[in-house]
């Protein structure tokens, strides 16, 4: 399969302008005013969301409005709602998720709306708190992208075998085994030059957590393409040239992060 450079060219120019306003944000912001900005971004997210669940303009007004206050449960309620949230994100993705993945039958709007609140609210909480160490926090989203870009190049490259043909037919066993091998890479890196700080600062858990990432942000990834499969579109919008909308750049993150904030939250509800 061959690239297509315009596409790629868009992607990374995209980035080129995102990304340092990501960073100076992350290190340099307050937290309630990360928190805000975040917010910003789960907004954008929720009307691509509303939109793939096929929700009326009502519903996707009541949709928004109850992702928000999720948002601000779990913080007004700390520490006890910020860890329920992020414990019932889990859930669903390693419960939930990988039913509606192989079920034939079509998951309901009302059902999707649930979700979406359970998996943008989670995501909001878990940036917001994890924000606290913006170093931590950069090193656990590196796990994220670092898989995804090496699973889109290798995947594009070398796949051969489909991982999901009927959700996703772009993505491959090959993208996955790459994201695999280069998260590998990025995890030793991270360990020769930051531990024993890096995570829990304890070889066996962060390693854990890492793979757990990895595994999560994969399904994230076919998640979101179950939901723009059943909506019959290819993007779940157009914001971020090169790469769609907000939730195809977010996709593994809004998975992967609740596990890297679980432990955080849990301790705080213990100190609590």
């Known amino acids: 399969m061959s690239f297509e450079p315009h596409v790629l060219t868009r992607r990374i120019l995209t980035v080129a302008i995102v990304l340092p306003l990501f960073l100076a944000a992350l290190f340099w912001v307050p937290q309630p005013y990360w928190g805000a900005a975040m917010l910003v971004v789960v907004a954008l997210a929720c009307v691509e969301w509303a939109a793939l669940a096929s929700l009326d303009r009502h519903g996707r007004i009541a949709f928004t409005a109850l992702v928000a206050a999720a948002c601000a449960a779990s913080v007004l309620w700390r520490p006890a709602g910020g860890a329920l949230l992020i414990a019932i994100a889990i859930v669903f993705w390693l419960a939930v998720v ?29 940036l917001y708190a994890l924000q606290a160490n913006a170093a931590r926090l950069l090193a656990l989203l590196g796990v994220v992208w670092v ?45 020769f030059a930051w531990a024993p700080s890096f995570l829990a600062g304890h070889r066996a858990t962060d390693l854990v957590l890492v793979t757990g990432m990895l595994a999560l942000s994969v399904e994230g990834d076919l998640f979101e393409s179950w939901l723009k499969r059943r909506a019959g579109v290819k993007d779940s919008g157009t914001i971020l040239p090169g790469h769609g909308g907000v939730l195809d750049r977010i996709d593994g993150i809004v998975a992967a992060l609740p596990l890297a904030a679980l432990g955080p939250a849990l301790r705080s509800g213990w100190a609590g």
């Open 147 to 191: 898989a995804d870009t090496a699973a889109y190049f290798v995947g594009r490259k070398l796949g051969r075998r489909k991982l999901a043909p009927i959700i996703s037919p772009g993505k491959t066993w090959e993208g996955v085994a790459g994201a695999i091998a280069a998260v590998g890479v990025y995890y030793g890196l991270l360990w």
């Open 98 to 126: 990988p039913l509606w993945l192989r079920s034939t039958r079509r998951a309901a709007p009302a059902a999707l709306a649930a979700a979406g609140v359970v998996v943008l609210a989670s995501a909001w909480y878990s």
